[in-house]
């Protein structure tokens, strides 16, 4: 492995924690508290939830997918506590979940009521930059051998539904307009 590129995947790992703290920071910021709380709250309870769903019981046949691939290595947010314990949990990934929904969230923000085709159309850049943040999010998972394949979508799509989820029936109500 190329130590630039590890050293970069392991400083990139680090980013779903910095959300939490620009979050509130952006609520204290643009006087919005209520929204931001709201927010953190949500990513705060969907870590939990993945925790909970990595710990589910899952029959031997599907240790291939729901276990950490072998050799993965600097797994946590601080990314230095070295390899994996043999058969540790591994899906879906938080740090994908964790980037996945808070890309969504602000997608979602920015989109409000606008239709889908004319919102990408005009905000094509805003819309590239949310996806290039999970997509390097993926790479450094993969590239440190964190995660498989399959943890890494599963962790996106449970991330990106559990935000739409969230914004549509909680976090647009807390906006301030």
């Given at each position: 492995?190329?130590?630039?590129?590890l050293l970069a995947?392991?400083?990139y790992?680090v980013?779903?924690l910095?959300?939490?703290?620009?979050m509130l920071y952006f609520?204290?910021?643009t006087?919005?508290i209520?929204?931001?709380?709201g927010?953190c709250?949500?990513?705060f309870?969907n870590?939990e939830i993945?925790?909970?769903i990595?710990?589910l019981?899952?029959?031997e046949?599907?240790?291939?997918?729901?276990?950490?691939p072998?050799?993965?290595?600097?797994?946590?947010?601080?990314?230095?506590n070295g390899l994996s314990k043999k058969?540790a949990?591994?899906?879906p990934?938080g740090?994908?979940?964790s980037?996945?929904?808070?890309?969504?969230?602000?997608?979602?923000?920015?989109?409000?009521?606008q239709d889908w085709?004319?919102?990408?159309k005009?905000n094509y850049?805003?819309?590239?930059?949310n996806?290039?943040?999970?997509?390097?999010?993926?790479?450094?998972?993969?590239?440190?051998?964190?995660h498989?394949?399959?943890q890494?979508?599963?962790?996106t799509v449970y991330?990106?539904v559990?935000?739409y989820i969230?914004f549509n029936?909680?976090?647009?109500y807390l906006?301030?307009?």
């Amino acid at each position: 492995m190329n130590e630039q590129i590890l050293l970069a995947c392991d400083i990139y790992s680090v980013v779903p924690l910095g959300i939490y703290f620009a979050m509130l920071y952006f609520g204290f910021y643009t006087d919005n508290i209520n929204e931001a709380l709201g927010f953190c709250l949500f990513f705060f309870v969907n870590n939990e939830i993945t925790s909970i769903i990595k710990k589910l019981p899952y029959p031997e046949s599907l240790w291939k997918v729901t276990r950490r691939p072998e050799g993965s290595f600097n797994t946590d947010y601080l990314s230095r506590n070295g390899l994996s314990k043999k058969d540790a949990p591994g899906f879906p990934s938080g740090h994908m979940t964790s980037m996945a929904a808070f890309a969504m969230y602000m997608i979602l923000r920015k989109k409000g009521d606008q239709d889908w085709d004319i919102f990408v159309k005009e905000n094509y850049f805003f819309v590239g930059v949310n996806v290039l943040s999970v997509l390097l999010m993926a790479f450094a998972r993969w590239y440190k051998k964190c995660h498989n394949l399959t943890q890494i979508i599963g962790g996106t799509v449970y991330g990106s539904v559990t935000a739409y989820i969230y914004f549509n029936y909680i976090g647009k109500y807390l906006i301030s307009n």
